[in-house]
DNA sequence: TCATTCATGTAAGCCGTTACATGATTGT
DNA sequence: ACAATCATGTAACGGCTTACATGAATGA
């Protein structure tokens, strides 16, 4: 067992996003370095703020999952390097294999999202399941809205019917998209 | 001006859902009642943990918006009721007006489904002002993911790229959904 | 006998946002 | 002269989650 480093049980998605990252871009980079490939990249489905990425790359050298090397800049500050450790690279192949809460559906959605987006770097079976369970989670969902819809009497500026309609509309998307990437990472 | 109540600038989001739903079923009801309400109905789109339910009534008790009666019974917790206040429909009203800030359009979006779900509290066309900026939001961030589609080279297990297809639907289910909103507010 | 309904909260803790701080170099 | 790029953070604040607490009545 390694000595003087918490291992904490679990992470925050944020902290696997950076820490998956990282582990994408495949070499050391900056704090400043990866905000603009968070940016241009995952960023469009979970992204930390400019001030909490130094945060929670702290925090991930102390969880000992990260490693940091500092390079002395002449006229700048100086740039620290990190890179993901063994521990680090562990730590998320355990966290893309592993199933996720689906009763909040918005959550789960996002995560299993992003877990897909980094799933290369984890056992492809693992995130086959979870979309398969991510699929059955929002199957039910639309039958739960149906049945709210069935009962529901028509009316003119009928907001509340709009709103249930996105809720529908996505979770359609949502298990349209979630069938296609099964078809994709199973036969290919 | 009312003497001894802190009136802030803005609520969260929560607050102005639950505020919104109070609003919503047009009479006084307990925390207990309004989160049975929530759950079959807002709950879908926005819904506050359980205590944080009693916290958010707590605080809008304070800035006025609400009204608090209690109503003791035996052999039971005493029951609050809550009404919403004249100064909480204004409140209330603004909010659904009040422009937002698409940069973040996941947040912005949520909110809208929202504002659209409280609409007929407040000003239709306002409703309809922000669905139509929330549509070219959505648009802008399609060609965005059209412009990283394109220069991106197809490969097996692509994974990242299932990822931007993911949002590629949502963002295409949401203008679809919006366009469709706003032919049924406008036309209604 | 055990879970559910009714009915409310407090306490602890933490993640994340916003504002503030520094400062040289390079391009317009 | 001004903005952007590079490069890092701290401080304050606050909402939200999770766990804990109480306790009678009712139905399976």
Redesign the pocket.
């Known amino acids: 067992m390694a000595v003087g480093i918490k291992a ?1 049980a679990a ?5 696997y996003a950076v820490l998956g990252m990282l582990g994408d871009l495949g070499r050391p980079a ?7 490939a968070i940016d241009q990249s995952v960023g469009l489905i979970w ?6 990425l ?6 991930l050298v102390e969880s000992g999952l990260l490693n ?1 090397q500092v ?1 002395e ?1 002449r ?8 890179e993901v450790t063994r521990a680090g690279r562990s730590a998320l192949r355990q966290w893309l294999a592993r199933d996720e ?1 689906y009763r ?1 559906l918005q959550r789960a959605s996002d995560i299993v999202l992003l877990k897909t987006f980094l799933g290369r770097q984890g056992d492809r079976r693992a995130i086959v399941r979870q979309l398969a369970a991510l699929r059955d989670a929002y199957a039910a969902r639309l039958s739960t809205y149906d049945a709210i819809w069935q009962r529901r009497r028509p009316r003119r500026n009928d907001y509340a019917g709009l709103a249930l309609q996105f809720g529908m509309l996505r979770a359609r998307a949502a298990v349209e998209w979630v069938e296609n990437a099964l078809h994709e990472l199973s036969g290919g």
């Open positions: 904490k992470l925050t998605p944020t902290e900056s704090g400043y370095d990866l905000r603009k992204g930390p703020s400019k001030t909490q130094y945060t929670v790359l702290g925090r940091r390079v800049q006229e700048r500050p100086d740039k620290h390097l990190y809460d909040d």
